[in-house]
């Protein structure tokens, strides 16, 4: 779907309660965290695939998530929000996937496979 500015829209926003622990969905290095007027406090991760995850509009990070952390899969590295341009009443995780040497791509097959 458009976006402002002519952008498209590179995810799948999962609408969940605010502050709801979100998992690392692979073992990997986070890459850079970013708090920006659009994705407000995001997270990218590189699995150890070589795939790379976008975690955005967080409510906050998880007790230290910084650049160049190894993470397990599972662990929890943010929580659930509405940060960005995201409605105040709407606190969602805009997730987007990059698979090994790819760009981004639709990540709901994915999403759909694990949370099936």
């Not at 590189?46 to 899969?73: F, Q």
Request: proline share 6%; with cysteine; aromatic share 8%.
């Amino acid at each position: 779907a458009g976006r402002s500015g002519g952008r498209t829209h590179k995810g799948v926003d999962m609408m969940a309660a605010r502050n709801a622990p979100l998992a690392a969905i692979e073992s990997g290095v986070i890459e850079r965290t970013s708090n920006s007027s659009l994705g407000g406090i995001s997270i990218y991760l590189t699995g150890a695939s070589g795939a790379r995850y976008y975690y955005a509009h967080l409510e906050s990070l998880a007790n230290g998530v910084t650049r160049g952390l190894a993470v397990n899969v599972g662990d929890t590295i943010g929580f659930n929000g509405s940060s960005g341009n995201a409605p105040d009443y709407l606190p969602h995780l805009h997730f987007q996937y990059a698979p090994p040497g790819s760009d981004w791509i639709n990540p709901y097959p994915l999403v759909k496979e694990l949370c099936g």
